[in-house]
């Protein structure tokens, strides 16, 4: 019991950099007094002490605002940063040094007998307001990023965001210098070069580079196609290059600037005269 005890508040200081002394931890941190509780509370839970279990775990939802059915299994180094809002159900595994953070609901989809909540592997982080419905399996070393709504098994290693959860595939293998080079060449970075986060925006630029990109190639090989075939020189067939940075002028600052224009005119004009 006191070795799990140190092991938790080890993984707290590890995991939290607000966290500064064993002691501040032990007195002061609800999703730690809630997982002391649930130890408690599980063990009555296993000895046929369900009522008292369950009494102890309302205690416990009642002054940390976490929820955690004595029923639940839970691994070692377990972790639930801030923690408001945390709901566990009864059938859920949760296995060790796993990370949830607050607003996580661990829950069922079923009003039938038995296995009905989620199993989370070992080192599996879910993200605040997360929601894990079902008898799902979560595999080993997931990340499921906050307000995610995962219905459906993930395997290991993998990463899972939106609502419905959808899995991000990892594209470190793949080439993104031609995206680089057309958006320095246009004036701004584009937004996908460096970011691991699924940005729909992010997306759309990257699209439209892939597509300014193969565009670009086949103007270049049309206009040496030209060049070869001109002859006498002819043809212009050089492209543009661009200088200016790739922006959208609002409506108003446009008209300021006809204004101006118009203004420094008038005065020229009255010069003049």
Not at 48 to 65: D, E, I, K
Not at 121 to 135: E, Q
Not at 216 to 242: F, H, N, T, W, Y
Request: aromatic content about 4%; overall charge neutral.
């Amino acid at each position: 019991m006191f070795e799990r005890l140190k092991e938790d508040l080890h993984c707290v200081l590890d995991r939290d950099p607000a966290a500064r002394t064993k002691f501040e931890v032990l007195t002061t941190y609800p999703g730690v007094h809630a997982v002391i509780v649930h130890r408690l509370s599980h063990r009555l839970w296993k000895k046929g002490l369900c009522w008292l279990a369950r009494v102890l775990s309302n205690l416990a939802r009642l002054f940390t605002g976490i929820e955690i059915h004595p029923g639940a299994t839970i691994g070692r180094r377990f972790f639930i940063d801030h923690g408001m809002g945390v709901v566990i159900g009864e059938t859920a595994v949760i296995g060790d040094d796993c990370t949830l953070y607050h607003g996580v609901t661990l829950g069922g989809t079923s009003w039938q007998k038995g296995k009905r909540h989620p199993t989370l592997g070992n080192d599996v982080v879910v993200g605040a307001g997360a929601k894990v419905l079902g008898p799902i399996a979560i595999g080993d070393g997931v990340r499921i990023g906050s307000n995610a709504v995962v219905i459906k098994p993930v395997p290991p290693g993998s990463t899972v965001v939106g609502v419905p959860g959808r899995l991000i595939h990892r594209e470190a293998d793949i080439d993104h210098s031609h995206r680089k080079q057309i958006a320095e060449k246009m004036g701004f970075d584009a937004y996908g070069v460096t970011g691991d986060a699924p940005d729909p925006v992010a997306h759309a630029i990257n699209c439209m580079l892939d597509h300014i990109h193969v565009m670009d190639k086949r103007m270049c090989a049309m206009c040496e196609a030209l060049r070869v075939l001109d002859s006498q020189g002819k043809i212009a067939v050089d492209l543009p290059k661009q200088d200016g940075s790739c922006e959208i002028v609002s409506t108003g600052e446009e008209l300021k600037r006809l204004q101006r224009e118009g203004e420094a005119d008038e005065a020229g004009h009255l010069t003049s005269t």
